[in-house]
């Protein structure tokens, strides 16, 4: 197998390695938060700028997903497929650190105490996310952010406070990718080339989804899931759609 | 009078306002774009917020034609959803961020003959004003669309204490009542009905007819839009077409 491939396939096992071995007692500490949450009728608002935005779309809705989380996709910092032109990544990449805007996004939304946060970041370091932390922990959440933490750590600070998203929330997952991200060194090329977060982030997530699924099923509220036909038909397939963008609503539907 | 009809008196008066005391202005402007037009410049267009629909009545749609660039920021102008993600707090906010124009001009390749179209009914916002400033920094001539009355009364925010009166060559007022809304109603405390979109378009189609002739004028007639009821169905897509490919090559630098 060519060495470029190789080398991709080791960075990423060795990742998800890291993950099953550092991370595990973290993912549950989360899993634990998310469900009670989640069974007390509260919510899991998810948030991350840019790339980290995938790991939202992870979250909810997809397949094998379920309601009780609150993604909030922000198009001006994670719709940046012009590349170049209107909506291009320099805006995206600007406003994102735009010190202020995640007030102005957190102002929307009603929040109980009982509902936590999820953030992604793989620097760490984008003014917006951690004011989101911040903006969570002054209205009583708890927060969870999902960060490269050695990337995060070598990374200089952006924010007027000399923080960073790993300083302000309350429990740390590290997606164990390595520093700058990108894994691979292709021969005569002087830049690394294959980012690794979204496999760290994606490993994470799914984590803490499954977990979540169980213990909401323990607890004897079994989530509604998104289901594909081919394990219970067409007709129960629309069926349990229906149900469960019905229920997100009634959870999402909330008066102050 | 009932109040739809006050509303349509109104919009009328403000038609009339503009074809009294803007005609001149908007001729220096249809002269000003036709030239730029005429050698391959680009009139790019940019609004926030609502003064986005100025920029979207100007180009791409029926009638319109190819040498205008539409700039349209997402987030300065995508508040659908009113409340939530993407919501209007966001781009209120974001409208108002010193830097981001910066960030979005840098975006494009410029000519010494091309121009910049600016709408702003307040005149006071950031990221408008940033547009016009960066726009003069590479040599271009501006052109801003403003309620001048209101613009007047509105507070300027910008760090240089400016707003887009003072920076743009050219100013259009769309002659709009202070505050945008003209209808008053008894017993309710607040004016609605607001008339800037209604003055933005009359002026960038005003525009748009004479550049239109000009072009023609000089033997230059322009690709335009149209629709099948007027041309049949074969020629409009061929048309449509066209105009498509000619936008792109102008566009392409």
């Known amino acids: 197998m060519n060495d470029v491939y190789t080398q991709y396939l080791k960075a990423t096992t060795k990742i998800i390695n890291d993950i099953a071995e550092t991370q595990m007692d973290k993912i549950e500490a989360a899993s634990k938060r998310f469900a009670d949450a989640i069974a007390d009728g509260g919510l899991v608002h998810v948030y991350g700028s840019g790339h980290s935005r995938m790991a939202v779309e992870e979250v909810f809705p997809r397949y094998g997903s379920y309601p009780g989380f609150h993604p909030i996709v922000e198009l001006s910092m994670t719709y940046h497929n012009q590349v170049v032109g209107a909506n291009g990544q320099r805006q995206a990449m600007f406003i994102e650190n735009v010190e202020g805007l995640a007030e102005q996004i957190l102002r929307n939304f009603v929040f109980y105490p009982k509902d936590v946060f999820l953030l992604f970041s793989t620097s760490g370091v984008g003014n917006v996310v951690i004011e989101m932390a911040m903006g969570a922990k002054q209205r009583g959440m708890f927060v969870v952010a999902v960060v490269a933490v050695e990337n995060s750590l070598k990374t200089p600070v952006k924010h007027s406070s000399g923080k960073k998203l790993i300083d302000i929330a309350d429990l740390v997952i590290d997606t164990c990718v390595p520093l700058g991200d990108a894994a691979v060194r292709v021969p005569d090329l002087i830049y690394p080339v294959s980012p690794t977060s979204t496999i760290g982030n994606t490993l994470v997530v799914n984590l803490i989804k499954a977990r979540v699924a169980e213990l909401l099923t323990e607890a004897g509220q079994p989530p509604l899931v998104l289901t594909s036909p081919h394990f219970i038909g067409i007709d129960a397939s629309r069926a349990i759609f229906e149900a469960t963008y019905n229920d997100y609503r009634r959870r999402t539907l909330r008066n102050q | ?253």
């Not at chain 2, 910066?102 to 390749?109: D, L």
């Not at chain 2, 010494?112 to 009914?121: A, E, H, K, M, W």
């Not at chain 2, 547009?131 to 040599?139: P, S």
């Not at chain 2, 525009?207 to 002739?213: H, M, N, Q």
């Open chain 2, 1 to 253: 009078m009932n109040i739809s009809s006050k509303y349509v008196e109104e919009a009328i008066r403000i038609l009339r306002e503009i074809e009294a005391t803007q005609e001149d202005k908007i001729e220096t402007v249809a002269q000003l774009f036709a030239a730029s037009i005429a050698d391959d410049g680009l009139v790019h267009v940019y609004g926030s917020g609502h003064s986005r629909m100025g920029v979207e009545e100007m180009f791409p749609r029926y009638g319109s034609f190819p040498g205008f660039h539409p700039i349209i920021e997402l987030s300065t102008s995508n508040y659908g959803q009113v409340v939530g993600a993407n919501g209007i707090y966001q781009s209120m906010f974001l409208e108002n961020v010193e830097g981001l124009a910066a960030q979005i001009v840098r975006n494009f390749k410029y000519r010494p003959n091309d121009v910049f179209l600016l709408f702003s009914t307040s005149g006071a916002g950031n990221v408008v004003i940033d547009m016009a400033i960066e726009a003069r920094k590479l040599g271009l001539k501006t052109v801003g669309i403003t309620g001048v009355k209101n613009s007047g009364l509105v507070k300027a925010k910008h760090s240089t204490g400016r707003k887009l009166t003072d920076v743009c060559d050219l100013v259009i007022d769309t002659c709009v009542p202070v505050g945008d809304a003209a209808i008053w109603i008894d017993g309710l405390e607040y004016p609605v009905g607001p008339m800037s979109t209604i003055a933005n378009s009359a002026i960038v189609n005003m525009i748009k007819v004479r550049v239109a002739e000009l072009l023609t004028l000089q033997g230059k007639p322009p690709l335009v839009i149209t629709g099948a009821q007027v041309i049949g169905d074969v020629a409009a897509k061929e048309t449509f077409d066209a105009v498509m490919e000619e936008y792109d090559r102008r566009s392409r630098r």
